[in-house]
């Protein structure tokens, strides 16, 4: 159990090394009052996300710890936007389309909102 706990926080660590030096290379690549290097890390992301979990599950054997491994530990340390895209389309997949647009709207709207709640308490403090 410790060993799977330590080789998914090294790749954490891996995985948010890579956001910081992929967000601040494109930001500055591009430059702009837009956050490109955020959405570079989002969108690259997810696209990393979806092509491993295509290859884990149809081309290549890898065990529950090796996907724990990459998705929680790497993708988790690279960007949590990853994961809500893949569950998000678990939910498309299995056409529960409620559960989608439920999904979408209260993770960015509800994130949103308690980003400015929490600036709001924060000042309070």
């Not at 591009?30 to 295509?54: D, K, R």
């Not at 599950?57 to 990853?82: H, K, P, Q």
Request: some cysteine; proline content about 1%.
């Amino acid at each position: 159990m410790w060993v799977k706990l330590t080789a998914i926080a090294l790749a954490g660590a891996a995985g948010t090394l890579t956001r910081y030096g992929l967000s601040g290379w494109a930001q500055r690549l591009v430059g702009g009052g837009f956050p490109w290097g955020t959405l570079s890390v989002n969108l690259g992301g997810s696209l990393l996300a979806g092509i491993f979990w295509a290859m884990a599950e149809n081309r290549i054997s890898l065990s529950g710890e090796i996907r724990a491994i990459v998705l929680v530990g790497f993708m988790g340390g690279f960007t949590t936007f990853s994961a809500f895209m893949l569950e998000t389309s678990e939910l498309m997949r299995d056409a529960q389309w409620g559960w989608v647009v439920g999904n979408l709207l209260l993770q960015n709207l509800g994130g949103l909102a308690c980003f400015f709640v929490g600036r709001v308490a924060g000042h309070g403090i």
